[in-house]
C-alpha cells in the first residue's frame, strides 16, 4: 500500500501561484506514475497532471504552460507548482499513486483545498 499526505493548498488571489506537495510513504522510483487530480463542486474529477517513474509527464490541456507537475526522489515527494492562477481552478486538489507488484492500482491522498478568488 502506498499513504499519500498533500499540503500546500490554501486561498489565493487570480494571477497568483501556489506549490502543492505529495509526500508517498514509499520511494516514488517504485511507483509506476503520480498524478495530481482536481474536483470542484459538481464536477467530476479530472486529471491535472501527471508524472511516471520514467519521468514523461502529461497535463489537462487548460493548465498547460501555467503548472508544472515535478518530482524529488530523495524526499518521495511530487510537487505540483500552480501559476498564473485563475477562479475556475478552484477546487480539491489530489494526489494520486499507481503501484502494484504485478497490476498497478490507485491510491488517493485525502485532499487539499485550492481557492483562487479576489
Known amino acids: 500500500q502506498v499513504q499519500l499526505v498533500e499540503s500546500g493548498g490554501g486561498l489565493v488571489q487570480p494571477g497568483g501561484s501556489l506549490r502543492l506537495s505529495c509526500v508517498a510513504s514509499?520511494?516514488?522510483?517504485?511507483?509506476?506514475?503520480m498524478g495530481w487530480y482536481r474536483q470542484a463542486p459538481g464536477k467530476q474529477r479530472e486529471l491535472v497532471a501527471r508524472?511516471?517513474?520514467?519521468?514523461?509527464?502529461n497535463y489537462l490541456e487548460d493548465v498547460k504552460g501555467r503548472f508544472t507537475i515535478s518530482r524529488d526522489i530523495a524526499k518521495n515527494t511530487v510537487y505540483l507548482q500552480m501559476n498564473s492562477l485563475k477562479a475556475e481552478d478552484t477546487a480539491v486538489y489530489y494526489c494520486?499513486?499507481?503501484?502494484?507488484?504485478?497490476?498497478?492500482?490507485?491510491?488517493w491522498g485525502r485532499g487539499t483545498q485550492v481557492t483562487v478568488s479576489s
Open positions: 494520486n499513486a499507481e503501484y502494484g507488484p504485478i497490476v498497478a492500482r490507485a491510491y
Open positions: 514509499k520511494s516514488i522510483n517504485i511507483i509506476s506514475a
Open positions: 508524472i511516471t517513474s520514467g519521468g514523461d509527464t
